[in-house]
């Protein structure tokens, strides 16, 4: 048995004889007790609460004896509650629109047909889309554009399909009605875009890997 010294554990186990031994102590009088059973060949003595930096990687102590690390030196300052300001408000009464202008954010509107029109005019033209799973390569291009302008301009995650075809109908070929419909249903099933059902209405967002993406 490994000569460890300081606070040990010894732990022996037989399930067929039944015999489950633990005993924890000083090193020595643990080996005592051990020798005394008749266990030294068997079972398994580990190290407990003693200084890591006084142990070697095998588990077996230093010349160095171990010492108690003791509170550290500097905890801090003390807690001082009456520093935590304490707000009370009725449920319901907060206004987090006027919240967010007080702290300099502006709460998020949803883009017109029209600005989004104006916005998509002054985008460089893009590289048409590559892969083999895209049919008609500047369209999605474009409609990536768009959509790119709608989350991070706007903040919103999704427009509907009327806001798409009024804003971008000739950048997506023309499409307009079921066709438009159909174009983004195939861009769903790819897996580009999202579909949010809201209402009597359906609107698009792009996936988060996809907008991301290059080509």
Same mark, same amino acid.
Not at 57 to 71: C, M, V
């Given at each position: 048995?490994?000569?460890? +010294?300081?606070? $040990?554990?010894? &732990?022996?186990?037989? *399930?067929? /004889?039944? #015999?489950?031994? !633990?005993? =924890?102590?000083?090193?020595?009088?643990?080996?005592?007790?051990?020798?005394?059973?008749?266990?030294?060949?068997?079972?398994?003595?580990?190290?407990?609460?003693?200084?890591?930096?006084?142990?070697?990687?095998?588990?077996?102590?230093?010349?160095?004896?171990?010492?108690?690390?003791?509170?550290?030196?500097?905890?801090?300052?003390?807690?001082?509650?009456? +520093?935590?300001? $304490?707000?009370? &408000?009725?449920?319901? *009464?907060? /206004?987090? #629109?006027?919240? !967010?202008? =007080?702290?300099?954010?502006?709460?998020?509107?949803?883009?017109?047909?029209?600005?989004?029109?104006?916005?998509?005019?002054?985008?460089?033209?893009?590289?048409?889309?590559?892969?083999?799973?895209?049919?008609?390569?500047?369209?999605?291009?474009?409609?990536?554009?768009?959509?790119?302008?709608?989350?991070?301009?706007?903040?919103?995650?999704?427009?509907?399909?009327?806001?798409?075809?009024?804003?971008?109908?000739?950048?997506?070929?023309?499409?307009?009605? !079921?066709?438009?419909?159909?174009?983004?249903?195939?861009?769903?099933?790819?897996?580009?875009?999202?579909?949010?059902?809201?209402?009597?209405?359906?609107?698009?967002?792009?996936?988060?890997?996809?907008?991301?993406?290059?080509?």
């Amino acid at each position: 048995m490994q000569e460890l +010294r300081g606070y $040990v554990r010894y &732990r022996f186990r037989s *399930e067929e /004889d039944d #015999v489950d031994v !633990l005993l =924890e102590g000083e090193a020595d009088w643990v080996r005592s007790i051990v020798a005394e059973l008749g266990l030294r060949k068997v079972g398994w003595m580990m190290p407990m609460a003693v200084d890591s930096t006084n142990i070697s990687n095998s588990g077996l102590a230093a010349d160095i004896e171990s010492t108690p690390s003791g509170k550290p030196k500097d905890m801090g300052p003390e807690p001082d509650p009456s +520093r935590i300001p $304490v707000i009370r &408000r009725p449920i319901g *009464e907060l /206004d987090l #629109v006027a919240k !967010l202008v =007080e702290v300099g954010l502006e709460q998020p509107t949803r883009p017109t047909s029209d600005e989004l029109r104006d916005q998509l005019a002054e985008v460089e033209e893009p590289h048409p889309a590559q892969g083999p799973m895209v049919k008609d390569p500047m369209a999605e291009s474009w409609l990536k554009e768009l959509l790119r302008l709608v989350v991070r301009k706007h903040g919103e995650t999704a427009i509907s399909t009327e806001t798409i075809a009024l804003a971008a109908s000739d950048y997506l070929g023309d499409r307009e009605g !079921l066709e438009l419909e159909l174009f983004l249903e195939s861009m769903f099933r790819a897996g580009k875009i999202v579909k949010v059902h809201g209402g009597g209405s359906t609107g698009w967002g792009p996936s988060p890997a996809w907008l991301a993406s290059g080509l």
